[in-house]
């Protein structure tokens, strides 16, 4: 499934995060770890997580979309 964050509450902060992991085009198991370094220009103040079954990180619908404030994020899929 697609991905993204982007930074949120810092209006200042446009450049999106470094993801870690997983890395884009894996394939992953049910349950996966997201984790992202801030941006080196800025540091938002959390972040927008969201997880869709497109390549195209707007489409909808999402499967989770939530604000993060930490720089990881834990989600177990309901079936493979």
Do not use: E, K, M
């Not at 349950?31 to 959390?46: E, H, I, L, Y």
């Not at 979309?65 to 930490?70: C, F, K, Q, R, Y």
Request: one cysteine or more; glycine letters at 14%; hydrophobic letters at 25%.
């Amino acid at each position: 499934g697609g991905s993204s964050g982007g930074g949120t509450g810092t209006s200042s902060c446009t450049n999106s995060p470094f993801l870690n992991g997983p890395v884009d085009g894996s394939v992953v198991a049910r349950a996966v770890s997201f984790s992202w370094n801030p941006p080196s220009t800025c540091a938002p103040d959390g972040y927008t997580l969201r997880i869709n079954t497109s390549s195209n990180p707007d489409t909808q619908p999402f499967i989770v979309d939530t604000g993060v404030g930490t720089s990881s994020y834990n989600y177990t899929f309901a079936n493979d």
